[in-house]
């Protein structure tokens, strides 16, 4: 089992930034790809950002390519999204996930883990 939680959610301006964590706990966190998701209201979950278990390899979704980044500390097993640029559009609940993979992944039924999430909303 890996127990997941998101934190660093918040109301923010258009343009401003932010900064997602989420603190792994359980079994081994270098063994799980991770990747983020997101659910905004009335709206199926999309993928965000995936990233493998050394952090070497990262894939993002269309919509905020060039303005996110996801990075991972194995010794803190955390992993993180770095949003800068946010629009209103990237106004949604943002889910952390982990795969028992090494590779990265991008389809939501590949993650067997999932936090609670954490909201973000970008106000224009």
């Known amino acids: 089992q890996v127990q997941l939680v998101e934190s660093g959610g918040g109301l923010v301006q258009e343009g401003d930034s932010l900064r997602l964590s989420c603190a792994a706990s359980g079994r081994d966190f270098t063994g799980h790809t991770m990747g983020w998701f997101r659910q905004a209201r009335g709206k199926e979950r999309e993928f965000v950002a995936t990233i493998d278990w050394s952090g070497g390899n990262t894939e993002y979704g269309n919509s905020v390519k060039g303005r996110f980044t996801v990075s991972r500390h194995n010794a803190k097993n955390t992993v993180y999204l770095q949003m800068n640029d946010l629009k209103p559009e990237d106004t949604a609940v943002y889910f952390c996930?982990?795969?028992?993979?090494?590779?990265?992944?991008?389809?939501?039924?590949?993650?067997?883990?999932w936090g609670q999430g954490t909201q973000v909303t970008v106000s224009s």
């Open positions: 996930a982990a795969a028992e993979a090494m590779a990265i992944r991008m389809a939501e039924y590949e993650y067997k883990y």
